[in-house]
């Protein structure tokens, strides 16, 4: 166990790497210039821009601004300045990390809750109405994609009913997020619930679950521990990677209800070619994925006492 | 797009399939059929399967010749039909039918000539992934060792990045955003999850029997990889394949929404969405429509990878 974790987090090394170079290439590799942006169109003379480049590091080879900013990052927890106004990245990501966290953590308890619930709904009832209804309503959430069912609940709830404001506001309260939760959350209920659904439905017919019936256990018993347990593992693979893509994906759903989170953040640093920005971004969410996926390979052994590691 | 990204659910329910040791190819037998014969019989019955092929055939048709579904011009405006000429639903074909939008154009022809645009990003971005994922899954499973752990390690950086983030990066470094642009930068990011599947696949089907037998008759490797593994790993993929497809159009659609995919000349789904969010209150159906036709696309694609994935793995009946 302890030799697994170890090697897992040898291997994250690499990984972590190679995405922040990769994504550090993607953005420097973009056309225009984040200096002459920030003179705007009157421009400014040649040597003030050096200057400024210089100041900036922006004069080094690509693969010394990466080693330096790695530097910074992993020595100093300094993820540079914006380039634009000044500010460190830190305090900006500080500003908009906390509404998304808290916009993703809704998501992630409405998945949760309904996306399980509605899956084992379906798994017990294999076959039967209920569950060809929670197929239907599950095929049609994947189907539509999220801005459209962004702006469809916009419509009917803010617009039709006013039951809700149309844009939240900049420090958002819990309540006003149920709605935005609700759209960025959707699909992955949907997939959380077709994943309990099958896993479930298949293990209904497996033998340990004909033995723990035939010992007489109540029936409470043998689906609250035996089938729960046994086919929870590929609903919480996916719980595990939706985490990371929750915090991703807000971009849409942020646009939609005007959400001033990571995504705003995100939209604009690639409009202004703000390099440290993004890839300051791009770092949290990756360690976020490794972390989580690390878990959750953890998380295996707890549930299925066969699986080992070696 | 995170739908996209989504199928990573997808991917797992696949990986989940156990090998299905079909006997390669059975024609000695009379009444043994192989994989993928079982899985046609069980398809031509499946009322998903026929319902979505039914859709996608006409989807086809309509990208392949939109002009046979309407005469009007999907860029011509006339602004005596203003966007405030709401639809006409007495009038099915005709070009008054779902209205018109703010500059005057038939939301129905524009509805039918973006349908190309669609399809192509799908298709297109699908196939990409699918041979080079596939290739690159097929190498990772079959050698392993350290080349699997090589390959390994590139795919993980790659899924590392945010799907729609990393396709923002991409696209925002081209000026002019064709189709085919769109397609290279969904395809940048998107081959990873077929790579896992693949290699998963493979994994299993190489300690089958037969690739045993094959070795031991003294087949070469690519014999090995092409005449056994392949087919017998492919069954995975392709589910996953049609269905990370919808995902794919319904990201285009994203992307442009978001006003970094598809721009104005082209006629899309997509640019026509984000054209008609300005002015969702005043006429919802330029928004609607091209809504709804995305809807029933990513839908039909989606239940066909279902019927295809119930008929090659029957225990999940």
């Known amino acids: 166990m302890g030799r697994y974790v170890a090697r897992r987090l040898l291997q994250m090394i690499p990984v972590f790497l190679g995405t922040t170079l990769l994504i550090f290439l993607m953005v420097h590799s973009l056309p225009g210039d984040p200096v002459l942006a920030m003179f705007g169109d009157k421009g400014a003379d040649p040597a003030t821009i050096a200057a400024k480049r210089h100041e900036l590091g922006l004069d080094k080879p690509e693969w010394q601004q990466y080693l330096l900013y790695m530097r910074d990052m992993l020595l100093h927890a300094d993820f540079g300045t914006q380039i634009r106004n000044g500010l460190p990245v830190t305090e900006v990501l500080g500003d908009a990390f906390p509404i998304t966290l808290q916009l993703a953590a809704l998501a992630f308890a409405i998945e949760l809750i309904f996306g399980i619930g509605l899956g084992i709904i379906g798994g017990l009832r294999a076959g039967r109405m209920a569950d060809n209804m929670i197929l239907v309503f599950t095929l049609l959430i994947i189907s539509i994609p999220v801005f459209v069912l962004g702006f469809i609940i916009k419509m009917v709830f803010a617009f039709n009913l006013g039951w809700i404001k149309p844009n939240v506001s900049p420090v958002p309260a819990w309540d006003e997020l149920i709605a935005p939760a609700i759209v960025l959350g959707g699909l992955s209920l949907a997939y959380v619930a077709r994943l309990t659904r099958t896993s479930m439905a298949e293990n209904l017919r497996a033998d340990y679950m004909r033995t723990a019936v035939a010992k007489g256990l109540p029936r409470r018993r043998v689906i609250g521990v035996h089938l729960m347990r046994n086919s929870m593992i590929p609903v919480i693979t996916f719980l595990g990677t939706d985490i990371g893509a929750l915090m991703g994906g807000a971009i849409v759903t942020e646009s939609i209800f005007n959400i001033k989170g990571v995504g705003g953040v995100i939209a604009e640093s690639i409009s202004r070619r703000e390099g440290a920005t993004l890839v300051g971004l791009v770092t949290i969410l990756v360690i976020v994925y490794l972390v989580t996926s690390l878990l959750i390979d953890l998380l295996y052994a707890v549930l299925d006492p066969r699986i080992r590691y070696a | ?317």
């Open chain 2, 1 to 317: 797009m995170p739908d996209v990204t989504k199928t990573a659910a997808a991917v797992e329910e696949a990986v989940a399939t156990p090998s299905v040791d079909a006997p390669a190819p059975a024609a000695q037998q009379e009444k043994a059929r192989s994989l993928w014969g079982d899985a046609w019989a069980d398809l031509r019955r499946n009322p998903y399967f026929i319902v979505s092929s039914v859709l996608i055939s006409v989807l086809l048709l309509i990208s392949a010749w939109p002009t046979l579904f309407t005469s009007a011009s999907p860029t011509v405006g006339d602004l005596v039909h203003h966007f405030l000429s709401k639809p006409e639903l007495g009038s099915i074909g005709s070009p008054d039918w779902l209205g018109y939008d703010q500059q005057g154009r038939s939301v129905y022809a524009r509805l039918i000539h973006g349908t190309r645009a669609s399809i192509i990003v799908g298709v297109c971005v699908t196939a990409i992934v699918t041979v080079l994922g596939g290739i690159m899954g097929m190498i990772s499973g079959y050698f392993g060792g350290k080349i699997d752990a090589v390959l390994s390690r590139v795919t993980d950086i790659f899924f590392g990045i945010p799907f729609l983030l990393g396709a923002m990066v991409v696209l925002q470094a081209f000026v002019e955003r064709t189709v085919w642009v769109v397609v290279f930068a969904l395809a940048f990011l998107g081959w990873t999850q077929i790579t896992r599947v693949m290699r998963g696949s493979v994994i299993t089907v190489k300690q089958a029997d037969y690739v045993h037998a094959a070795k031991a008759l003294g087949a070469g490797t690519t014999r090995i990889l092409f005449r056994h593994i392949l087919p017998n790993a492919m069954a995975p993929v392709i589910v996953v394949a049609t269905i990370a497809l919808g995902g794919y159009i319904s990201a285009e659609a994203t992307l442009s929404y978001l006003g970094l995919g598809l721009a104005a000349p082209t006629v899309s789904w997509g640019v026509d969405i984000s054209a008609g969010v300005a002015q969702i209150r005043v006429a919802p159906h330029v928004l609607l429509w091209p809504s709804i036709m995305l809807s029933i696309t990513v839908l039909a694609f989606i239940m066909l990878g279902e019927a295809v994935r119930n008929a090659l793995d029957p225990k999940l009946r």
